[in-house]
């Protein structure tokens, strides 16, 4: 059975830390180490608010979140910026595909990486919005 450990931001969130682990280099690397997180079987973001690692915690457990799925791009930037910071690469690149689509949209500086990433994880509809920006 996996051990089930915590995070706090202001209100406690039970999840597996090998989960987290699986998702993020980050994470991986609190829980090899004899690190505080690891060794009090928690970790303590004070910078992020509770709502923000729920979303984030959705995605990474079920694909997708309310926020990515409502288009909302102060939820979409602030999901992109944990992404970053904690390398998790499936939410940056959901995250760049909604951007791609709503009002961030294509530009000559993101074209190239939007076409690899909806390449290579079949996101159709950003192929379409970078064929739409490259045949203007």
Excluded at 18 to 41: C, D, I, R, W, Y
Excluded at 79 to 97: K, N
Aim: proline letters at 1%; aromatic letters at 10%.
């Amino acid at each position: 059975m996996a051990k089930r450990n915590s995070i706090i931001c202001y209100l406690l969130i039970y999840c597996s830390f090998a989960f987290l682990s699986a998702q993020s280099p980050v994470f991986a690397q609190m829980f090899e180490h004899p690190t505080k997180e690891n060794l009090e079987g928690r970790i303590e973001i004070e910078d992020m608010e509770t709502e923000t690692m729920a979303e984030v915690l959705c995605f990474l457990y079920t694909g997708t979140s309310d926020g990515l799925e409502r288009n909302d791009m102060e939820t979409v930037v602030t999901l992109h910026q944990v992404a970053d910071r904690y390398l998790i690469e499936q939410l940056g690149v959901r995250c760049r595909a909604v951007k791609a689509l709503t009002a961030e949209g294509v530009t000559e500086d993101n074209v190239t990486d939007l076409w690899e990433e909806a390449e290579f994880y079949k996101l159709e509809e950003v192929k379409n919005a970078v064929k739409d920006f490259c045949w203007k």
